[in-house]
Nanobody
Framework: QVQLVESGGGFVQPGGFLRLSCAAA????????MCWYRQAPGKQRELVAI???????HYGDSVNGRFTISRDNAKNTVYLQMNNLKPEDTAVYYC?????????WGQGTQVTVSS
């Protein structure tokens, strides 16, 4: 069983930055894809960024060029560096990982961007 522990959310003004972290406890080795999703009030959950074990990355159009996903395989941890944040980035951010064809979700961390 994989348990995901997220941290790093909070309140920031437009143009600011935050760094999210997600540690996969109890996972051992073998995590393939690691992702970040987000869900704003009244909207569907959307993919923000994904990184493979070989560190190939893909970003959603709305964050491309502003967010950077990275991972530390030794620590089973994925990060999301969010720069130049905008009010429309306000959402609950969820970590998601895949291991042995099973998806695991974190509890979510709130990011609020407002002046």
């Amino acid at each position: 069983q994989v348990q995901l522990v997220e941290s790093g959310g909070g309140f920031v003004q437009p143009g600011g930055f935050l760094r999210l972290s997600c540690a996969a406890a109890g996972s051992g080795s073998g995590i393939s894809f690691m992702c970040w999703y987000r869900q704003a009030p009244g909207k569907q959950r959307e993919l923000v960024a994904i990184i493979s074990r070989g560190e190939t990355t893909h970003y959603g159009d709305s964050v491309n060029g502003r967010f950077t996903i990275s991972r530390d395989n030794a620590k089973n941890t994925v990060y999301l560096q969010m720069n130049n944040l905008k009010p429309e980035d306000t959402a609950v951010y969820y970590c998601n990982v895949e291991k042995s064809f099973t998806n695991y979700w974190g509890q979510g961390t709130q990011v609020t961007v407002s002046s």
